[in-house]
């Protein structure tokens, strides 16, 4: 059985010796663990204002206190839309829903939320970055008037908010960077800053870190055959590679750096490495270059790697994430069918809706089904994104450490993590895409560091 | 080879126009003095899969096979359990009680009364070499049609042609997604028309459909890399004879990849399934018949279609579980007699294809391994 160690790409390795950019204007309240942070465009911005580094998202805009700051994009859903709309009054308010609105299901709406008597407000949940009355646009940094005519800070007329679940800097457990299928419900994102990569790329988050890819989405590679600032890619090579050309004016910057290698031929290096795209590669995101030996997908930023223990193990559409036996890792995902979209898939909220689904409410059938990742009692992870909690497994919420009953259990994203029951064998993803709407709404997906058909989207 | 096969060939006329369509003049053309075209290279010829739909017999307006009308879905049912009368209702007693039930279905009785497909004609195929009171006729008259499925699927909307959105959608995925690339090769091959003795290799291809274009329609002559990394739960191999240009293959555990969108990954394993089809050296085209778990179907189905999906085509998962685990007629449980397991019939067609095998696809990690086939029991 594979260690993680051995997973995915091997790019950690290929670019373990390359040059760290110092971002400028981070505040590093919080360092991650890893040997490359992505460097990112500096814009101007209001005072108290700046931007962390973070373990899977990337670097993050933050307020005063060094928290993650939020937006809510409006979202089209089955039924209507939810969400904030660009330069207008923020949608989440001091109200408190009670009713499900029917946006993201088969039935009609009206029907009697969970838990009413503990159930926050928006605004409860997502905190209002509130301006000062005088204050001052700055570049995309505008005040947007709420409802009670205070102001919100705004970025790029997205009202900006921080989370109730963000306890200190580097944590961006509200939500996340890495894009979902269709029928997710509408989240939240993180607000951030730009990457720092010239017009002809990208970066996308995916389940294994930050993914250069170009401008159009295919993946970027680079080749160990290559020297520092020098393409040996000639030839045979060319007919499986593409290298990534840079016009005749552009100029190196930062981390990017470019080569000529014909006369009149330049082409574009990261990290002093020449950057090439895969002649077979069909799909956005792909990994299957990095099969081909000396080969690797390219990240401006790797994610810390899961405790020790897990394991990667090959299944029918690419490579998940697996417990020490084998046994496929999921994740659960929940936000409820309020107007607010609020998450139901922490221990904090309601847990009907996981009950529902696990279990068919019945908590011990789900915990049979969907069992939590036990951790051992000294688990202990370098970074914020893996972590462990206590909890009372028939009640799914948090539970004192050492309690009567308690579990003591892993975490990614301080949510738990979970194997199913169904699956027999190390690669079996049994339950992926367990629950309503394809496990997107309420339900459960495989932990796919890689897919080779679906364009490696979470 | 000695002809042990004991299957009879369903030449009905639906699936006779199926072949009819496609088959066309230019493909006996194609076909050299020998019987084996020029696409036949070392005695193997590769084809892919660009159709498959359930085998649903219909009859204008559905009056001879559901004269009750067709099912309810989600939708009609949740109406009817919580009429809107004013009483006000949890989220949690209704919606989410209803969405248990897509996951945990029960054979305890309920309260709609599930319509099955009747009439006395189906496609399918006689898998149990018995004439059954419960058994049809296929539309060419061949009697002992083994297809439970059809009487638990036929008077829901969703596997109904044109318009039903899994009949639909399921083959427009199918095309889209190269997750659903699946192909069979041929070896042995020394005739499409007659040969007792070939082999049949299933694999999971990468690539595109070769389209004209329209787009619609499926060229012959494309290659396919075999996906040798991650397709090899979808390797099989089996035997077959050709018999006046019909392979008709023996019984073999297949595993068919069959995902929806919305970034699924899902699969249908057939037991005991087996091929009748019209081979050409640019389609093959017929009906593939076994037996599906009952369990595993219910899985795939709703780990495909969300019950939103469902609803657009009034299919009720725990109703159509209900119903399957009624019908089911293959496989009975070891231990209890009952039956685990319905039989079932799809309509297919293959295009010819160029298999490209590449060096790890033979080579295989770990977890790719091929399969070795077990002899279909019922």
């Known amino acids: ?458 | 080879m000695k002809q042990s096969l004991k299957t009879k060939l369903i030449a009905s006329s639906a699936l006779a126009a199926i072949c009819a369509l496609a088959i066309g003049a230019g493909t006996a053309g194609a076909q050299s003095a020998s019987d084996v075209p020029a696409v036949v290279k070392d005695g193997k010829i590769g084809y892919v899969l660009t159709h498959r739909y359930w085998a649903v017999y219909q009859t204008p307006e559905g009056k001879v096979e559901c004269p009750k009308g067709y099912n309810d879905g989600p939708r009609e049912q949740f109406k009817a359990l919580f009429p809107e009368d004013g009483t006000k209702r949890t989220l949690l007693e209704t919606q989410l009680m209803r969405e248990g039930r897509q996951w945990f279905p029960t054979t305890s009785e309920e309260q709609f009364t599930f319509k099955d497909a009747g009439g006395k004609i189906s496609y399918g195929m006689d898998l149990d070499g018995k004439v059954k009171d419960t058994d049809f006729t296929s539309p060419d008259g061949v009697k002992g049609i083994d297809n439970q499925m059809y009487r638990a699927m036929g008077c829901i909307s969703n596997y109904r042609a044109p318009e039903g959105t899994i009949y639909h959608f399921e083959n427009e995925y199918l095309r889209r997604y190269n997750t659903n690339r699946f192909m069979i090769e041929l070896s042995g091959v020394d005739s499409l028309v007659n040969d007792d003795d070939v082999t049949i290799n299933s694999y999971r291809g990468m690539d595109q459909l070769l389209t004209d274009a329209t787009g619609a329609n499926f060229i012959p002559g494309g290659t396919q890399r075999i996906d040798g990394r991650f397709g090899g739960y979808v390797r099989a191999t089996w035997k077959a004879k050709i018999v006046d240009g019909v392979l008709i293959s023996e019984p073999a555990d297949v595993t068919i990849p069959a995902s929806a969108t919305f970034d699924t990954s899902a699969f249908q394993v057939f037991k005991g399934m087996r091929f009748q089809l019209k081979l050409t050296a640019e389609r093959a085209e017929g009906v593939m018949a076994g037996y599906v778990d009952v369990a595993a179907f219910n899985h795939h189905l709703n780990t495909s279609w969300s019950t939103h999906h469902q609803s657009y085509g009034q299919l009720s998962a725990p109703s159509m579980y209900r119903a399957l685990r009624r019908l089911a007629d293959g496989y009975p449980d070891p231990k209890t007699g009952e039956m685990t397991a319905i039989s079932s019939a799809l309509l297919v067609k293959f295009t010819q294809v160029y298999i490209d095998h590449p060096p790890q696809a033979t080579a295989a990690n770990g977890s790719v391994v091929p399969q070795t086939v077990q002899t279909s029991r019922q």
């Not at chain 1, 700046?50 to 089955?78: C, E, I, N, S």
């Not at chain 1, 940094?141 to 997205?158: E, N, P, S, V």
Request: glycine fraction near 8%.
């Open chain 1, 1 to 458: 059985m594979r260690r993680l160690g051995s997973v995915v790409s091997g790019t950690a390795a290929a670019v373990a010796a390359l040059i760290v950019v110092p971002a400028a204007q981070a505040q590093d309240k919080y360092r991650p663990p890893v040997t490359e942070l992505e460097d990112y465009v500096r814009e101007p911005m209001p005072p108290g204002f700046g931007v962390q580094h973070t373990d899977v998202d990337g670097p993050v805009f933050v307020d005063a206190h060094g928290m993650t700051l939020y937006k809510w994009p409006l979202k089209d859903l089955r039924n209507g839309d939810t969400g904030d709309r660009k330069n207008k009054e923020p949608f989440c308010a001091n109200v408190k829903y009670t009713e499900n609105s029917g946006l993201m299901s088969p039935y009609p709406p009206g029907l009697v939320l969970p838990e009413l008597d503990t159930r926050p407000t928006c605004e409860q949940v997502w905190h209002p970055v509130v301006a000062p009355e005088d204050a001052k646009d700055v570049g995309k940094w505008t005040t947007l008037k709420r409802y009670d005519g205070t102001k919100q800070w705004a970025h790029d007329g997205l009202p900006l908010y921080t989370s109730i679940l963000d306890k200190k800097p580097g944590e961006v457990y509200g939500a996340t960077a890495r894009e979902t299928a269709n029928d997710a419900p509408a989240l939240r994102e993180p607000a951030a800053p730009k990457p720092n990569v010239p017009p002809a790329f990208n970066v996308k988050t995916v389940a294994t870190g930050r993914l250069l890819v170009n401008h159009v989405g295919f993946s970027i590679y680079v080749w160990d055959k290559d020297g520092p600032n020098k393409s040996n890619c000639y030839n045979e090579c060319l007919k499986d590679w593409t290298p990534v050309q840079a016009p005749q004016t552009a100029q190196a910057q930062g981390e990017w750096g470019i080569i000529e290698r014909a006369p009149g031929i330049k082409q574009w290096t990261y990290r002093t490495r020449p950057v090439y795209i895969r002649v077979q590669d069909r799909r956005f995101r792909s990994m299957e270059g990095s099969d081909v030996p000396g080969w690797h997908n390219v990240y401006t930023q790797k994610d810390p790697d899961p405790p020790q223990g897990f394991t990667v193990q090959d299944a029918r559409i690419g490579q998940v994430l697996a417990d020490s036996t084998g046994k496929t890792i999921y994740v659960y995902n929940c936000a409820d069918d309020a107007l607010d979209q609020l998450y139901c898939d922490h221990p904090n909220a309601p847990q009907v809706y996981r009950m529902a689904i696990c279990g068919g409410n019945d908590a011990a059938r789900c915990l049979a089904t969907f069992p939590y990742v036990i951790a051992p009692a000294n688990a202990k992870t370098n970074n914020l994104i893996w972590g462990t909690m206590w909890i009372d497994p028939m009640t799914g919420k948090k539970a004192e450490a050492n309690a009567k009953g308690a579990l003591h259990i892993w975490t990614f994203r301080d949510r738990p993590i979970y194997t199913h029951s169904g699956d027999i064998k190390p690669g079996d993803t049994n339950a992926d895409a367990w629950g309503e709407f394809n496990g997107y709404r309420n339900g459960f997906k495989a932990f796919w560091l890689r897919d080779d058909f679906l364009d490696n989207v979470s």
